[in-house]
């Protein structure tokens, strides 16, 4: 499965009511191909806090906050995971597409296969943290993750090749976060 295809498939999973916050870079231009929506916030320039941005939406809302990151992205920012892990909003759900490389910033390999991610999310205090390797039954992962009490991780295999990029979302910054906080002023 493609990252892509993995994000396509998360967002047609969500309500529209559900806030995302979808990871700087490839992760971010694909949700904008796949589903634009309002409450979908778009980082940019934020590598390894998707975390810490969905815990702090999920602390202030009542609203399920859905977290798309990459493996490179959580290990960048391992903090919030111990964050979001200690704190326990049972609203927050953050999906790793794990492709074990720094995609967006040129292929480095990532040390998402020697660190067990959902064993350091459970070590961390999520109730529910699981690993899907390829070929795994993706769909049921995700219906068990989003099914599940939150804080929830399920750390996704998606393939490191990128056959057809996503392109740039065509807004700045500040228009991305101005949709986002009238959407949620909404509500």
Same mark, same amino acid.
């Given at each position: ?15 529209? /009511?559900?806030?995302? *916050? ?22 940019? %320039? ?9 815990? %702090? ?8 906050? *859905?977290?798309?990151? %990459?493996?490179? /992205? ?19 759900? !953050?999906?790793?597409?794990? /492709? ?9 390999? +990532? ?9 350091? +999310? ?14 795994? !039954? ?19 295999? *998606?393939?490191? +090749? ?19 906080? *009238? ?5």
């Amino acid at each position: 499965m493609t990252r892509a295809e993995a994000v396509a498939m998360a967002l047609a999973l969500l309500s529209d /009511n559900d806030i995302v *916050v979808a990871a700087d870079g490839a992760i971010a231009r694909e949700a904008y191909r796949a589903r634009d929506r309002a409450r979908t916030f778009y980082m940019l %320039g934020s590598m390894g806090q998707v975390a810490s941005i969905a815990l %702090g939406l999920a602390m202030t809302r009542m609203e399920r906050v *859905v977290a798309l990151d %990459g493996d490179g /992205n959580l290990l960048m920012g391992f903090g919030g995971l111990a964050l979001v892990g200690g704190l326990k909003p049972p609203n927050l759900y !953050h999906l790793v597409l794990d /492709n074990g490389c720094y995609a967006t910033t040129g292929g480095q390999p +990532a040390l998402s296969q020697q660190v067990d991610l959902a064993a350091a +999310a459970a070590g961390s205090g999520y109730p529910w943290a699981r690993r899907c390797f390829a070929g795994d !039954h993706e769909r049921e992962a995700m219906d068990a993750w989003l099914a599940a009490s939150g804080p929830a991780l399920l750390d996704l295999a *998606v393939e490191a +090749a990128d056959p057809d990029p996503a392109p740039r979302i065509p807004m700045t910054p500040v228009q991305m976060a101005d949709r986002v906080r *009238v959407a949620l002023a909404r509500s």
